[in-house]
């Protein structure tokens, strides 16, 4: 039960900055995931909270108090680490009993033969017992429990991560890309319990990703990073629908946001190429645009109707929908999805119209931050 | 790691491996200085490290020159007085061949490195690379033989060589180590790694499968090869075993390790100054070489530790 | 007719040339295996088989005919003083130099592995003596170590009723009595002969053994720290290990168990085959408290010509080489790899 404070971090390796000053307040109990591109500092801002880096410039707090100087072991957080890092020369049983050998059984009582020998030894060993037990049977490895990483599937393995996470009931877990190891069929699955374990669990994960699908399926919100600085933190379909940077825009949502360049002119009004877009109004008059526009908002009609003229260069058939690429004629590529029976209609090589629907247009300026537009109803 | 060396550890751990590097240096210092020094100093552990390098008297050379019952003229005592540096290294070449050891210790070193690798890579390459009936039947005499230390059978080996008449030549210092199975069980492990499209590529060449072991495989396991070298090299040149037991009576074919032993024999207590000075020489071409290619050395090493 | 029966039917030889290549590579490859081969005969198998069946022998070399004396060879190997003197001194050469040797050079892996600077400078330090011809070191250290003239007595002696005999007297422990302690009483009395006193030889030698091996135990090591999974130290972290010892205990010592298995085995070939400074140093004496085997074989065998003796000790020392070997496959198979 834990909400964990991030403050103002910023950390360098020697010349290259790799997080500037980045801030986010994460909730109890919720699931937030930092997503971003490779190299945007997600997984070292996760090492930071977890105590193995230090960072060059802010703090972070858990409940409230300050953690900086506190050891990795006593921030009681527990991590999932993209290779899962089981020790390899030990049992699945013996892997999961680790946290709680090294925290409940002094240096004395831990030690190779004598140890056993020491008061209370078997109390506390009991004790590891049921709580290793109950673990196992929650995550279902019970029948795997004697044997050693190396004779494990990938999703076993997993799991024995996440069970040794969860034996020690810490704070917060933290989990870096534990998923990509994984084939596509498996992560589907995986990503489906490692949301209901947070259900259940009720404690805070904080998870990285690079996988914008992950991250919008699983968070209650999403925190988009890149290139060191966070761009948006916000519920995944705010930053879905209202991204506040064209390339958060851009990193989420597949296949990627169709950007058009446009003008305003004098009068509010907004062109691209020489198409007036009708109904969409912006307040910066006379300046240069970007518009960002999703497939499902992009829809091809035919040569006669008002929009941009096109050419359809490639389409894809995914069976219930289909993806249209099309080249405009002002220059330029779009896609656009739209319902398998439009496959009737276009294909490749055929002349047509993209009509953007004003509703679902993202107006960016020129600096990538986003404009307010205003819509008015066509009379 | 994390939070983990405070500059005390640091210093701490410094003092603690300072110690040892003197443990470790101090024979090749005591070395290095008896051989820069004269008899008196050596007796009396004085003159710091480089000896105080007062001219001293040579006595064989004076017993040498002077016909037997003469008193020594002064001129010949003037010639035969010169600092101990030079008395040391020149008798460390006077009073034993040794220029002839270490040219034999050259030749014998490189003959069985350059016959090692003449016999050890085309069966390594069949290994790899060739189907043939019988393959494991080979591998598995190869690492049955890995198992058996040449040393270990020197007695039998030194029988046989004695009934054909072979021992006190070269060829009893090269032969026993012509056959390298950790050679041929290293190079084997890297030609595996070499694709086996750019065998058919040369085979599509035209290239004779005897060209395609030195035109092809050799240039693409040159780490392997050079660690193989690193091995054989040193291992052969410091060997006194078998050269004590291969050479009985013929100082033609002493190696550098058996010339250097010859000086213990002599009561005589001036030779200790040339004994060090030898061992220098003899110490000094392998160490210079890894001091220049220390990274090869030790990768060289650790490769074929891991393999 | 199909095309593919066409094209065979016109294919020259019908195919032929492919079994042909078969048969050529088949050929080439034992032209090219038959060196190593036979070289491995004669040199490494027909020599056992030799050594085996002189051993049965009271064989000398210039002798007519081969005298059967059945199993008395091994008999006073295994029965007679001076002999057990022999397995006794090899083994506990073995026994000292392994574990010894290992454990400094793991030590010093350790410690210049979490070296900031210099790393390299004492990597190349601890590694001079592999590289230097024993012999020659042996000499070295046999000078150095010389009752009277030697480097280490000289030396020792100057701390005679200085600061550093109160130091190394450990009279400064509580219940220790300084004037009694090894240092002390040496000073008053004399420092050991070392390689001529029968209490210190072995000792010596071993320490000779150590000094040159440690540094290429050391190599190894680094090189298997560099195999360990970092991941797994983050883990550890994590899991609450805190300190040296325990991340020792649980990540570095098990992921080092393929290196110390290989470790071990080569550093216990090696310590049964000690030769140089025996038979430079000690001769195998005094009272035969360094006479090791290799150097039995060669006394025995070599001087004395007594080969079928010496063939008997050959056999049984490549039983023990066979031993260790065995055991260290058997031990890999088991335990170490993951």
Redesign the interface.
């Known amino acids: 039960m834990a909400n964990v404070t991030i403050r103002d971090i910023e950390k360098s390796f020697g010349s290259v900055n790799v997080l500037n000053g980045v801030s986010i307040d994460i909730e109890d109990g919720e699931f937030i995931v930092l997503v971003g591109p490779s190299g945007c500092g997600k997984s070292t801002l996760l090492r930071i909270i977890a105590g193995l880096e230090q960072q060059n410039g802010g703090n972070i707090s858990i409940e409230d108090e300050l953690v900086d100087n506190l050891h990795a072991s006593h921030r009681d957080i527990a991590m999932v680490f993209q290779s899962y890092a089981l020790y390899p020369h030990l049992t699945v049983a013996s892997n999961i009993r680790v946290p709680l050998l090294m925290r409940r059984l002094s240096f004395l009582q831990r030690l190779p033969l004598l140890g056993r020998f020491m008061p209370g030894h078997k109390e506390i060993m009991d004790g590891i017992k049921r709580d290793v037990d109950e673990v196992t049977k929650t995550l279902g490895i019970g029948a795997l429990m004697d044997r050693k990483p190396g004779q494990l599937s990938g999703g076993q393995r997993q799991r024995v991560a996440v069970g040794r996470a969860m034996v020690r009931h810490p704070r917060a877990f933290l989990m870096d890309e534990p998923l990509s190891n994984l084939d596509a069929e498996l992560r589907v699955h995986m990503r489906a319990e490692i949301a209901e374990l947070h259900r259940r669990l009720e404690t805070t994960f904080i998870y990285v990703t690079h996988d914008q699908a992950e991250a919008m399926t699983m968070a209650d919100r999403v925190a988009v990073m890149m290139d060191g600085d966070l761009l948006q933190v916000d519920t995944p379909s705010n930053v879905y629908k209202n991204p506040t940077d064209i390339r958060v825009a851009e990193f989420i949502g597949s296949p990627k946001i169709n950007i058009l360049a446009g003008q305003v002119d004098g009068s509010g009004k907004i062109t691209v190429g020489d198409r007036v877009l009708s109904g969409l109004y912006s307040a910066t008059k006379g300046t240069e645009i970007r518009v960002g526009v999703r497939p499902e908002a992009l829809t091809l009609a035919d040569i006669k109707a008002e929009g941009l003229p096109c050419r359809i260069v490639h389409h894809e058939n995914l069976g219930s929908e289909a993806y249209f690429h099309a080249e405009l004629n002002i220059g330029g590529r779009v896609i656009s999805r739209m319902d398998s029976t439009a496959l009737d209609t276009f294909t490749t090589g055929h002349e047509a119209t993209v009509v953007i629907d004003p509703k679902n247009a993202l107006l960016f300026d020129k600096e990538g931050q986003r404009l307010t537009s205003k819509i008015e109803v066509a009379a | 790691m994390y939070g983990k060396s405070s500059p005390m550890s640091e210093a701490l751990k410094h003092a603690v491996l300072i110690v040892g590097a003197i443990i470790v240096i101090l024979p090749f210092y005591v070395m290095l200085s008896y051989s820069m020094k004269s008899p008196h100093e050596i007796d009396t552990n004085t003159g710091g490290f480089f000896g105080d390098q007062e001219p001293m008297l040579d006595e064989w050379c004076v017993k040498a020159k002077t016909p037997s019952g003469a008193v020594a003229s002064k001129e010949l005592i003037q010639s035969c007085t010169k600092t101990p540096i030079i008395f040391n290294y020149v008798g460390a070449f006077d009073k034993a061949p040794l220029l002839r050891y270490l040219l034999n210790g050259v030749f014998v070193t490189a003959s069985i490195f350059l016959i090692q690798v003449l016999i050890a890579l085309p069966c390594a390459y069949a290994l790899a690379k060739l189907r043939f009936w019988g393959r494991d039947a080979v591998f598995m005499l190869v690492l049955f033989c890995l198992l058996i230390p040449v040393h270990a059978i020197a007695l039998p080996l030194y029988i046989m060589l004695s009934k054909v008449g072979l021992i006190n030549s070269y060829a009893a210092l090269i032969i026993p180590w012509t056959i390298s199975v950790f050679g041929i069980f290293l190079m084997r492990q890297f030609f595996m790694t070499v694709p086996d499209d750019l065998i058919d590529a040369a085979r599509i060449d035209g290239m004779s499968e005897f060209s395609i072991v030195w035109k092809v495989m050799l240039p693409c396991a040159v780490p392997a090869l050079m660690a193989f070298a690193i091995f054989s090299v040193v291992a052969h040149w410091n060997d006194y075993f078998w050269p004590r037991i291969a050479v009985t009576s013929d100082r033609n074919y002493f190696t550098p390790p058996l010339g250097l032993r010859m000086f213990k024999g002599d009561s005589d207590g001036d030779v200790y100054g040339p004994m060090m000075a030898t061992a220098t020489i003899i110490v000094t071409p392998l160490i210079v070489a890894f001091l220049l290619a220390q990274r090869k050395f030790i990768e060289g090493i650790t490769l074929s530790g891991m393999k | 007719m199909t095309d593919r029966a066409a094209v065979i039917e016109q294919t020259p030889n019908q195919g032929a040339p492919l079994i042909a290549a078969k048969s050529r ?2 050929w ?6 038959l ?3 036979t ?2 005969f004669i ?6 088989f ?2 085996a069946v ?1 051993s049965f022998s009271d064989y000398s ?1 210039g002798n007519q005919s081969l005298n059967w004396i059945g199993s008395k060879n091994y008999e006073v190997i295994f029965g007679r003083s001076s002999y057990q003197k022999m397995l006794w001194a090899t083994t506990a050469y073995v026994l000292i130099v392994v574990p010894v040797s290992i454990g ?1 050079g793991l030590g ?1 892996a350790l ?2 592995n ?3 600077r ?1 790393s ?1 400078f ?16 042996a ?6 170590l010389h009752p009277t ?1 030697g ?1 280490v007595n ?2 020792l002696r100057l701390g005679c009723g200085t600061m550093v005999e109160t130091i190394l007297s450990f009279g400064w422990l509580p219940f220790v009595d300084g004037a009694q302690s090894w240092y002390s009483t040496s000073c008053a009395d004399e420092f050991p002969l070392w390689i001529g006193d029968r209490d210190y030889a072995l000792a010596t030698i071993c320490f000779i053994g150590i ?1 040159q091996a440690f ?2 135990n050391m ?2 090591y ?2 298997g720290l560099t195999g360990v ?1 970092r ?12 300190n040296g010892w ?2 020792f ?3 570095t010592w ?2 080092l ?1 393929p290196t110390t298995v ?1 470790v071990v085995t ?1 550093t216990a ?1 090696r310590s049964f ?1 000690v ?2 400074t025996v ?2 140093l000690t001769q195998g004496g005094p009272a035969k408290s360094t006479y090791v085997m ?1 150097y039995a ?2 006394e025995k ?2 001087r004395e010509n007594l ?1 079928g003796f ?2 008997a000790v ?1 056999i049984v ?2 039983g023990f ?2 031993i260790i ?1 065995f055991t260290q496959r058997y031990i890999v198979e088991k335990r170490v790899h ?1």
């Open positions: 590579i088949q080439i490859s034992y032209l090219f295996c060196p190593a081969i070289l491995m040199i490494l198998l027909v020599p056992i030799v050594a002189l070399l400094l010093a410690l210049i979490s070296l900031k210099f390299d004492y990597k190349a330090i601890y590694f001079l003596p592999v590289m230097a011809a024993l012999l020659a070191m000499l070295v250290w046999d000078l150095a003239v480097y000289q030396n000094w540094g290429f190599v190894l680094l090189a999974p991941e797994l130290y983050h883990a550890a972290a994590i899991d609450g290990v805190k325990d991340r205990r649980l990540v098990p992921m168990g290989f080569i070939i085959q030769f140089d038979e430079a290799m074989i060669f065998a070599i080969v010496g063939s050959t020392f490549l080489v066979l070997t993951y």
